[in-house]
C-alpha cells in the first residue's frame, strides 16, 4: 500500500523540523512550515504541530533543566503567559499577515546586525517584561516566538548552551498551554489527530537525531546556527 503525499510532505516538515528544534531550541515551526502550508493553512499547521511541541518541551526541559537560566526565565515567565493566551485568541479569530512581515523585518535586521558586529542590541531591563509579553503574543500566533525570545534571550545570556536551554523552558510554557487550548477550541480536528499520530515516530526519529548532532555542535557554532534560522525566520515571515 502506498503512502498518501500528503503524509510524506507532513512527515518531511516533522522530520526536518524538530531535527533542527533539536539542535537549535526552537526553529520547527520555521522549517516545517514550507512543508506543512502545501497542506493546511497557517491556522491548521500551527494547531498540527501542537501535540509535537508537548512532547518535545517534556523530554528536551527535563534533559536540559540545569542549563536554564532561571533568573532570564523568571523575569519573562509571567508576561510571556499573558502573551501567549492573547496570541492563542488572535489565531482563532484573525490571520496577521501584516505583523508577519513587521516581525520578519526586525529579526533580519537584528540578526544581520549581530552576526556582521559580532554584538547584540542591548535590551533595557526595565522593558524586558513587555518584550517577553511581545514574544508570547507572537509565538501563540505562529509558534515562533523565537523571532522575539531569541534577540531577547541572546541579550541576557552569553553562553550558547544556556541561551538554547533557557529558549527551551520559555517555549514550554506555550506549548503547555497551547495544546489544550487547541483541542477545547475544536481547531484540534479529529484528521490532524489522526495525522499526528500516523507521523510520531517520525518525530521521535527527529529528535533522536537532532539530538546526536547536537553532541558534535560547539558552542561558538551554535549561536552561528541560533542567529542563522533566526535570519531563515525572517525571511520567510516576510515573505511568505
Not at 68 to 88: E, P, S
Not at 154 to 159: G, L, Y
Request: net charge positive; glycine share 8%.
Amino acid at each position: 500500500m502506498l503512502i498518501q503525499p500528503e503524509i510524506l510532505i507532513l512527515s518531511a516538515g516533522v522530520f526536518f523540523g524538530f531535527v533542527a528544534q533539536t539542535i537549535v531550541g526552537f526553529a520547527a515551526a520555521l522549517v516545517a512550515f514550507p512543508f506543512l502550508l502545501t497542506q493546511y493553512n497557517l491556522q491548521e499547521a500551527t494547531v498540527f504541530l501542537s501535540l509535537y511541541y508537548v512532547v518535545f518541551s517534556l523530554v528536551m526541559v527535563c534533559k536540559n533543566y540545569k542549563d536554564i537560566d532561571r533568573a532570564v526565565f523568571k523575569n519573562v515567565a509571567f508576561t510571556a503567559t499573558l502573551g501567549y493566551l492573547v496570541g492563542f485568541f488572535i489565531l482563532k479569530v484573525a490571520n496577521p499577515h501584516i505583523l508577519e512581515r513587521i516581525l520578519g523585518g526586525f529579526v533580519i535586521i537584528y540578526s544581520i546586525y549581530e552576526w556582521k558586529y559580532k554584538k547584540v542590541f542591548v535590551i533595557p531591563t526595565f522593558i524586558t517584561r513587555l518584550v517577553g509579553f511581545v514574544g508570547g503574543v507572537v509565538g501563540g500566533i505562529f509558534s515562533s516566538g523565537n523571532v522575539i525570545f531569541g534577540p531577547l534571550v541572546s541579550n541576557r545570556v552569553k553562553n550558547g548552551v544556556a541561551i538554547r536551554a533557557t529558549l527551551l523552558a520559555i517555549f514550554a510554557i506555550a506549548n503547555f498551554m497551547r495544546f489544550p487550548f487547541v483541542v477545547v477550541s475544536g481547531l484540534f480536528t479529529w484528521k490532524i489527530f489522526i495525522n499526528s499520530l500516523i507521523i510520531f515516530p517520525v518525530f521521535v526519529l527527529a529528535i533522536i537525531v537532532g539530538h546526536r548532532i547536537y553532541k558534535y555542535v560547539s558552542e561558538q557554532l551554535l549561536r552561528k546556527l541560533i542567529l542563522l534560522f533566526l535570519i531563515i525566520s525572517g525571511v520567510y515571515l516576510l515573505f511568505k
